[in-house]
């Protein structure tokens, strides 16, 4: 049988959700069924796509110019006629977008993805109007959970029938013990103390101010613990003046960016999620890989990821008082090995990316014309 050609459309492949799940869906996929390429509309292409590109696979760089290119349609449907492509999947709505419209009149599929939604969400009478339309030369959306589905219910005019959720999954992680040791070491973290910790980038949307407050409370019944905060960005000014005037100098560590964070959440006892909103968390994901508990804010995707009282807590969103009896219930060590435990069986069963690459395949092959089996 010949091969079904997909055709990745995507912002661009810097490091982020989005692009994690597309990275993650080619290292998986059945290369004996599958050849897949990736068109990025913006550039430039990102760190993932290195990785990507030295193991073979094809990129294309456009450069999308502000407003709405018209030109980028006629050079996505020049890949598409060019590379025979069986099946587009757009991932996020602009590229969705444009890859429904340089697919029009082609052999080709479409199948468009949502990764998550803005906070605090909006519609417009455009969108409304147009997408309904998109949705007709859509041969299948997908949303990342329930959450977002809804979401593409209620402010894209999407119908409920034509979405499938298809949770996100990731590989899990490995990390070698005696590095963590050794970081907990460098960090001079006492062996007595409860490690929380959070990666995040420094966005408002991620609420790390809760999160400071929440731990403030927690210090007065535990003051043996400590927050880890990984991360950086635009909010990096407003969370170190937090720290100092809630007096948590001697018990937050700010460890700036990681590219590879993945012996600091070793590190952490408990992982930590106060985001406003949220589609799929990779990291909290990841966290679960690694066994970990979690405390989580009621947000997007996090109570379909996080079972209340199971493996984690999730509290109402921007609740400090909340977030912190949270915490110190999972700072009761037999809670937390239970519910450690309930993580990583729970990843296991759903967020694996055995599991994500084999519905995509699934997808893949529902979707493709059927007479690609027969191609030239």
Not at 138 to 160: H, Q, Y
Not at 260 to 273: G, Q, R
Not at 286 to 296: G, H, I, N, T
């Given at each position: 049988m010949t091969k079904i050609r997909i055709l990745h459309v995507t912002y661009d492949m810097r490091i982020g959700g989005t692009e994690m799940v597309i990275k993650n869906i080619i290292d998986g996929c059945d290369t004996k069924q599958f050849d897949m390429s990736v068109l990025c509309i913006e550039s430039p292409l990102g760190p993932f796509a290195k990785e990507l590109e030295r193991n073979g696979t094809s990129f294309f760089e456009l450069n999308r110019k502000p407003g709405f290119d018209t030109r980028l349609i006629s050079k996505i449907r020049h890949v598409i006629v060019k590379q025979n492509i069986d099946v587009v999947h757009c991932h996020q709505y602009t590229p969705w977008v444009y890859g429904t419209l340089a697919a029009l009149f082609t052999r080709c599929k479409v199948v468009f993805t949502e990764h998550g939604r803005f906070h605090p969400d909006s519609s417009s009478w455009k969108r409304k109007i147009i997408n309904p339309?998109?949705?007709?030369?859509?041969?299948?959306?997908?949303?990342?959970?329930?959450?977002?589905?809804?979401?593409?219910?209620?402010?894209?005019?999407?119908?409920?029938?034509?979405?499938?959720v298809l949770y996100n999954g990731i590989s899990p992680l490995k990390v070698d013990n005696s590095q963590v040791k050794q970081l907990r070491t460098e960090l001079s973290i006492p062996d007595e103390h409860i490690i929380l910790g959070t990666i995040a980038r420094f966005d408002p949307i991620k609420n790390h101010p809760m999160m400071l407050r929440a731990f403030k409370k927690v210090l007065t019944r535990q003051p043996e613990t400590t927050l880890v905060i990984v991360g950086d960005g635009e909010e990096r000014r407003n969370i170190e003046k937090c720290i100092n005037d809630l007096s948590l100098e001697?018990?937050?560590?700010?460890?700036?960016?990681?590219?590879?964070?993945?012996?600091?959440?070793?590190?952490?006892?408990?992982?930590?999620?106060?985001?406003?909103?949220e589609g799929t968390s990779?990291?909290?994901?990841?966290?679960?890989?690694?066994?970990?508990?979690?405390?989580?804010?009621?947000?997007?995707?996090?109570p379909e990821v996080i079972k209340n009282g199971y493996n984690g807590f999730v509290t109402d969103n921007n609740n400090d008082e909340a977030f912190a009896k949270a915490i110190l219930k999972l700072i009761n060590v037999d809670v937390r090995n239970e519910q450690a435990k309930c993580a990583l069986s729970l990843f296991n069963e759903r967020f694996s990316s055995r599991k994500m690459n084999q519905k995509y395949a699934d997808l893949y092959k529902t979707v493709a014309p059927k007479h690609q089996a027969n191609r030239n």
């Open positions: 339309i998109l949705n007709f030369f859509t041969k299948k959306v997908t949303a990342i959970s329930s959450a977002t589905k809804d979401a593409l219910i209620e402010f894209e005019n999407l119908p409920s029938c034509s979405i499938d001697k018990n937050v560590l700010l460890i700036g960016y990681e590219p590879e964070p993945k012996c600091h959440l070793a590190l952490m006892d408990i992982y930590l999620l106060s985001s406003f909103s990779m990291t909290l994901l990841e966290a679960m890989s690694l066994a970990k508990p979690s405390v989580v804010t009621n947000a997007g995707g996090n």
